[in-house]
Nanobody, 123 residues
Framework: QVQLVESGGGLVQPGGTLTLSCTVS????????MGWFRQAPGKEREFLAT????????HYADSVKGRFAISRDNEKSTLYLRMNILQPSDTAVYYC????????????????WGQGTRVTVSS
């Protein structure tokens, strides 16, 4: 059974930096394309970033391009999301997801999901 566990969320001041991690177990991490999504209260789940299994391809939503960076360490079976210049509008629950297919911005293309980690940006 494939399990994804996010960590690294918390309270951060506007303009601050936070790095989320997602550790995958029970599957072959290096074979999965991975993605990050978030969901703010009262809003739909939003795509943030995706990365191919090799790290060769990354793709970002316009809303986070230039501020967020996705990366992965296949040796550690861990996915990362470094978030810079955080704003109150970034407050949400952040989810990582794994796909047996290609990297994608469509949440429906992902097969496995973590439980989420909450990020709150506030002074």
């Amino acid at each position: 059974q494939v399990q994804l566990v996010e960590s690294g969320g918390g309270l951060v001041q506007p303009g601050g930096t936070l790095t989320l991690s997602c550790t995958v177990s029970g599957g072959i991490f290096s074979s999965y394309a991975m993605g990050w999504f978030r969901q703010a209260p009262g809003k739909e789940r939003e795509f943030l970033a995706t990365i191919s299994w090799s790290s060769y391809v990354t793709h970002y939503a316009d809303s986070v391009k230039g501020r967020f960076a996705i990366s992965r360490d296949n040796e550690k079976s861990t996915l990362y999301l470094r978030m810079n210049i955080l704003q109150p509008s970034d407050t949400a629950v952040y989810y990582c997801a794994a796909s047996r297919g290609d990297h994608s911005s469509n949440w429906d293309d992902y097969n496995y999901w973590g439980q989420g980690t909450r990020v709150t940006v506030s002074s």
